[in-house]
């Protein structure tokens, strides 16, 4: 099992974007799942803005798409400029949803 849980589930949906918020268990002693990003996707070319919410509101968080970068150049940005930054894990796998709801631009109500 994954130490990094992480869901999106659709919260709207507007003329050229989706909107999901990223729901994780980990960070509650409850282990129920809260809202901890936004993330609004382009429906036209997958493209997409992440907001860090609550718990990770007032956190450094890696933004996703650091994980989407070549392997030198991500390296470079997370030993350098994200260096003090944490929740990698989670964020690698918010992108990978990003990825999968965008593929086929079907944009399902939750993901996985």
Known sequence: MSL???RL???KEIADRVVYLA???DFN????????AEISISKNDG??????????????VVPPDVY???????TTRLTGQYADHG??????????LVRLVSMDRRFPERAP
Do not use: C
């Not at 989407?68 to 991500?74: G, M, S, V």
């Open 47 to 60: 493209q997409f803005l992440f907001r860090p919410l609550n718990y990770w509101s007032n956190r450094k």
């Open 23 to 25: 729901e994780s268990p």
């Open 87 to 96: 929740f990698g894990a989670w964020t690698g796998r918010i992108l990978s």
């Open 68 to 74: 989407a970068l070549p392997e030198h150049e991500r």
């Open 29 to 36: 002693p409850e282990r129920a799942w809260q809202v901890v």
């Open 4 to 6: 990094a849980h992480i």
């Open 9 to 11: 589930v659709k919260a």
